[in-house]
Nanobody
Framework: QVQLAESGGGLVQAGGSLILSCAGS????????LGWHRQAPGKPRELVAS?????IVDYGDSVKGRFTITRHQDTVYLQMNNLKPEDTAVYYC?????????????????WGQGTQVTVSS
């Protein structure tokens, strides 16, 4: 069973920085993509950034140029710079998991529990 352990959330002033990390325990399964999504009160969950096992990255439009996602094996890091009050949200780590055995191959998602990021003005 794949598990994700998130850390690094907290309270920061506008213009400050935070680093989030998410350690995946794949238990032998391939985590084809790791990423971060966020959800603010009253808003839908949205993509922040993701990175594939081949280091192909994708960013949400609102964070481009401010956030950087990196990956080392099954751990993903999100460097967040120049934080704004509108970045306040619960940040969730997500893994795209590939199950493959001699009988079947399929993909599924695993989500972390979330970590709060609060940016004060």
């Amino acid at each position: 069973q794949v598990q994700l352990a998130e850390s690094g959330g907290g309270l920061v002033q506008a213009g400050g920085s935070l680093i989030l990390s998410c350690a995946g325990s794949g238990n032998g399964k391939m985590l084809t993509r790791l990423g971060w999504h966020r959800q603010a009160p009253g808003k839908p969950r949205e993509l922040v950034a993701s990175i594939t096992v081949g280091d192909i990255v994708d960013y949400g439009d609102s964070v481009k140029g401010r956030f950087t996602i990196t990956r080392h094996q099954d751990t993903v890091y999100l460097q967040m710079n120049n934080l704004k009050p509108e970045d306040t949200a619960v940040y969730y780590c997500k893994a795209d998991v590939r199950h493959a055995d001699p009988w079947e191959t399929y993909d599924y998602d695993v989500w972390g529990q979330g970590t709060q990021v609060t940016v004060s003005s």
